[in-house]
Structure formats: structure tokens, C-alpha cells
């Protein structure tokens, strides 16, 4: 029996996050700023703006895990992009934090490849 997980919806995570934020201040205002203050700190230590990076990305998202493809090991997601360069410099980053890490953990390993023109990330830990 094959089992999978399929899903594609319309998701401006964007605007999710604003309402989380918004919310989040309105319920307890010292969480709000707190939020606010742990985003300015994420721009600081990986230099990534995540509301820039939420700006960035489409609202059109498919979600696919198949148990043959080793389930949610294997699973897939694909996002359409708004902003194709801000998205670049958040991948850059991203990955470049993740090698890092890789380098100064024994038993870790990060592979990256470009395969018709997409970018495919492998982190192994034993």
C-alpha cells in the first residue's frame, strides 16, 4: 500500500505573520515587544529580516511526503517567489549559517547541489 501526503494551498504567510505579531501583542503587550525584540535580534546574529522574508515569498505553496520517498524525511516543499533576490540573500545566508555549523560539529556534513537550476541541500549528522 503507498501511503502520501499531498496538499496545495493559498497561504500568505506574510500577512500570518502580522496577524500572529498583532495578536500576540494585543493578548499580552510584554510578549509583543518581546517578539519584536527576538526579530531585531535574529536580523543581528544571522542577518535575515523575517518579515522581509515572508514579504518575499509567493502565496502559493504544495506540500508533498510520500512513504516511498521516505516519508516525511523526504518530504517537498515549493513556494512561488515575489522577490527573487531577497529570497536569494536568505537562502545565501541560511546556508552559509548551516555549513558553518556543519564544519564545527563532528559527524555533521552539508552537501549542497544546483540540479536544472534548483538548489539541493543534504545535512547529515552520525
Not at 508533498?64 to 517537498?76: F, Q, R, S
Not at 541560511?94 to 552537501?111: E, F, R, W, Y
Request: aromatic share 6%; net charge neutral; charged share 20%.
Amino acid at each position: 500500500m503507498i501511503r502520501w501526503w499531498r496538499l496545495a494551498q493559498s497561504l500568505d504567510i506574510r500577512k500570518v505573520a502580522e496577524v500572529l505579531l498583532a495578536s500576540l501583542q494585543e493578548v499580552d503587550p510584554a510578549a509583543g515587544v518581546s517578539a519584536e525584540d527576538g526579530l531585531a535580534r535574529f536580523v543581528e546574529r544571522y542577518g535575515i529580516d523575517i518579515r522581509a522574508a515572508c514579504a518575499a515569498l509567493g502565496s502559493h505553496w504544495t506540500f508533498h511526503a510520500a512513504a516511498a520517498d521516505g516519508g516525511w524525511l523526504g518530504a517537498a516543499v515549493t513556494v512561488d517567489i515575489r522577490d527573487p533576490r531577497e529570497v536569494q540573500h536568505v537562502h545565501d545566508r541560511l546556508i552559509a549559517h548551516v555549513s558553518l555549523a556543519s564544519d564545527s560539529q563532528p559527524g555533521t556534513k552539508m552537501n549542497s547541489h544546483l540540479i536544472r537550476r534548483t538548489n539541493h541541500h543534504h545535512a547529515s549528522w552520525t
